[in-house]
């Protein structure tokens, strides 16, 4: 294992050189300063998914628990961004209870699969998009295509930018259960590959 206690814009990584980044990514409404991406003008959140996306190899997974902002922003930059350089394998939703007992706070989260393409491509995919779903809340319409894959009931709550989405644990509903079914229908695989010679 290489530990590095820094952050994550300032660590120095091979591109295109691992199979796996996994991780529960920072979000808020800040930016991190690193000169390769700051024309992107990235939230946090989506600066971890757009660096680690350059270090996973093609064909390489990129697994991340993140808000669920990055799914259903209004604006698709990003989404396309990522779309551009990646195939989404499946996401999953949270409850906004998931994280309660260890990090104190209810938040909608998602964890996103991302397959690395061979590179960029220019490329129109259904998750790019807003969509409703029968209740007409606006989400992404990769969920609005696949309710199942919501771990809750997606409602309107009052929040402090006013009102907002949310997703509401399912009464006495096991998320451990609910997360094994959602998980099998995540499609993917990484192939084996040659390690270059160091």
């Known amino acids: 294992a290489n530990i590095s206690i820094t952050g994550f814009e300032k660590i120095e990584l091979l591109d295109n050189f691992f199979d796996l980044a996994i991780g529960n990514v920072p979000f808020g409404n800040y930016k991190l300063s690193e000169k390769r991406y700051d024309n992107n003008n990235f939230l946090i959140h989506d600066h971890f998914f757009a660096k680690a996306l350059d270090k ?83 989400l992404n319409s990769y969920f609005a295509d696949h309710p199942e894959m919501i771990l809750g009931t997606m409602e309107m709550k009052s929040g402090q930018f006013g009102m907002e989405s949310t997703c509401t644990p399912i009464p006495d509903g096991d998320l451990a259960e609910q997360l094994k079914a959602a998980i099998q229908n995540i499609e993917g695989s990484i192939s084996g590959t040659e390690l270059p010679d160091m």
Do not use: C
């Open 56 to 138: 996973v190899r093609p064909g390489g997974v990129v697994a991340f628990i993140t808000s669920k902002g990055t799914m259903d922003k209004q604006s698709s930059d990003v989404r396309r961004y990522l779309a551009q350089r990646a195939e989404l394998l499946g996401a999953i939703r949270l409850p906004n209870n998931a994280f309660l007992k260890n990090a104190g706070t209810e938040v909608t989260s998602d964890i996103i699969f991302l397959q690395k393409r061979d590179r960029p491509i220019d490329v129109d995919r259904d998750w790019i998009h807003l969509d409703t779903n029968e209740d007409e809340i606006l």
